[in-house]
């Protein structure tokens, strides 16, 4: 990887067929469940330093974040929609089912 072969040479093959190996065995051996939705919004909270005030806009009032975020309301599809447009959460991480 470190020489970076074209992709159309033989060590680009060679490393093509390597890396989709890697994938396969990863997959395999080491999968990685969906996150549940909830620490889902909340890891994108932190990684965007965001407040419960700049989920309004998604989830709706103040109250309602609060009630989605302690689990005492599931998402509606509305909310996945606009969770998913304005803060880039894959809807399928949204849509599995919480933990």
Do not use: W
């Given at each position: ?14 490393l ?15 999968p ?68």
């Amino acid at each position: 990887m470190a020489l970076d072969p074209d992709l159309d040479s033989p060590e680009g093959d060679r490393l093509d067929v390597l890396a989709t190996l890697v994938r396969a065995y990863e997959a395999s051996h080491y999968p990685i469940a969906a996150p549940d939705p909830i620490e889902a919004i909340k890891f994108r909270m932190a990684q965007n330093d965001l407040q419960i005030k700049d989920l309004e806009p998604m989830i709706g009032q103040r109250n309602r974040v609060y009630e989605v975020l302690s689990r005492k309301r599931n998402l509606t599809l509305p909310m996945i929609r606009r969770l998913h447009h304005g803060l880039g959460i894959p809807s399928s991480a949204l849509i599995a089912e919480p933990a």
